[in-house]
């Protein structure tokens, strides 16, 4: 943040201190994080951790100040710790983040979608970071309550916020595009994922809408022209630039000429009219969609081609997506266990059908959360597509992965090659004993069956 007088720092959330607060810059504050801590930063109270694990951090640190709320003890603060009374500390850390946004305007990037958001955002990270400073998402933390942390990162010296914007529930990328009136935006698709959440997929459609909606008056959104939910969104009230980028239809920033090859996917594109040939380091014609979106938000944005080349053969994807591990015995681990939704986890099956065609293929395959009454139908779904790509087991987990396992027997996989188990020790039982040494074994469920411990235990 912009290095301000802690005495200032107080001010500006309306604080009060009745002790003797240490006369100091402060360039970093932390939200309650207490295991990412540091002398140097202020501290802000958080009530979604126990107070103990937070004062222990606070007294093996010794920040410089800590935010809290009246009615909280401030016993067992270190004595050279400045402590700044308030109301509420989260309304304090979102005076700060509102007051250092406006110290250091910043063009700011909206990419929001059921899928695919966080790989576009990374992409689109790697083509920019070559003349733009920024401060970007982290992780999946996405949603309202982590935007006030990203604009208490920014300094005078960053020109853009790249946002990765999720949501959990309706008005969430509302009141985000509220705050920072993104100047481009992009939806990568519209599809599954949380629509047990928000009751339903016309209200997916509606979520994402929010960032049609939010981005400023003569901005500009990008949209997939091949995914027929994305057409559902309306730009009858958006007053700026619509481009749309895709593979099967004609679109403002096409891909053609596909190909997997040993380390990712090399395409053609039609990007504005400008015919490139590119690479990006990843498997799957998703993710080729992906490069497609952050390609013209690059360029909308004012990348050259040259950066936008050089910027996806660089990317570097992110963690527990398509992340590819030695494991025991020469087996080849792929960890694609971040999240899941149908979309995505068919998206992930056809890139093990298509790569390396000489090895034995196994699918570790569990629950989908979040789909609602899309639940049944959306395994069984999974299950039939599993049963046509010629794997050689399909092993899943939970009470989803067994209706994955049913629908593919019931299509015509031969039930001696699927395997349902409950717990992870089972799992890695059995990717140990019955699978050939130098398999190819692929991972993937929702985030909550924590698959990538399976994986790690197998490397």
Request: aromatic share 8%.
């Amino acid at each position: 943040m912009k290095t301000i007088p802690l005495k200032k720092l107080m001010s500006i959330i309306g604080g009060t201190s009745s002790s003797h607060l240490p006369q100091a810059l402060v360039s970093s504050v932390n939200f309650g994080r207490p295991r990412s801590l540091r002398h140097h930063q202020v501290y802000f109270y958080t009530r979604e951790i126990s107070w103990s694990k937070q004062l222990s951090a606070i007294r093996a640190v010794k920040p410089v100040a800590v935010v809290l709320p009246h009615d909280q003890s401030s016993a067992g603060i270190p004595p050279d710790t400045g402590i700044i009374r308030v109301k509420d500390a989260f309304s304090s850390f979102w005076k700060l983040a509102l007051w250092n946004f406006k110290q250091c305007p910043v063009r700011v990037i909206g990419i929001s979608g059921s899928s695919g958001k966080s790989t576009t955002t990374a992409m689109t990270a790697s083509i920019l970071r070559y003349r733009w400073p920024m401060v970007r998402t982290e992780g999946n933390l996405n949603t309202w309550v982590f935007l006030p942390t990203y604009l208490t990162r920014l300094t005078p010296d960053h020109k853009l916020l790249l946002l990765e914007m999720g949501m959990k529930s309706l008005n969430n990328i509302r009141r985000q595009c509220a705050v920072v009136k993104p100047e481009i935006g992009a939806v990568t698709n519209v599809g599954e994922a949380h629509a047990g959440s928000l009751g339903g997929l016309d209200k997916v459609v509606l979520a994402k809408q929010e960032l049609v909606d939010g981005i400023r008056r003569g901005g500009t959104l990008f949209l997939n022209a091949d995914d027929a939910r994305s057409r559902k969104l309306s730009v009858k009230r958006f007053s700026g630039r619509v481009y749309t980028f895709g593979i099967k239809n004609n679109a403002d920033v096409r891909a053609t000429n596909i190909r997997y090859n040993t380390r990712g996917m090399s395409f053609d594109a039609n990007l504005f009219g400008q015919r490139i040939s590119c690479f990006i380091p990843i498997f799957g014609i998703h993710n080729v969609y992906n490069a497609l979106a952050a390609m013209g938000i690059a360029r909308a944005f004012g990348a050259s081609v040259k950066e936008i080349r050089d910027g996806l053969a660089s990317f570097k994807p992110p963690g527990m997506r398509l992340q590819f591990l030695k494991g025991r015995s020469g087996r080849i681990l792929i960890n694609d266990a971040w999240n899941a939704n149908p979309t995505s986890m068919k998206a992930g099956l056809e890139v093990l059908r298509h790569i390396f065609p000489d090895r034995t293929k196994i699918a570790v395959l569990g629950d989908m959360k979040e789909l609602g009454d899309l639940t049944y139908e959306g395994h069984s779904s999974i299950g039939r597509f599993a049963a046509g790509i010629g794997l050689s087991q399909l092993v899943t987990i939970g009470r989803g992965g067994r209706l994955i396992a049913h629908a593919a027997i019931k299509a015509g996989m031969d039930r001696q090659r699927v395997y349902s188990y409950d717990t992870h020790d089972q799992l890695v039982a059995h990717l140990i004993r019955k699978t050939p040494p130098g398999s190819l074994i692929y991972f993937k469920a929702s985030r909550s069956m924590h698959l990538e411990k399976v994986v790690d235990r197998l490397r």
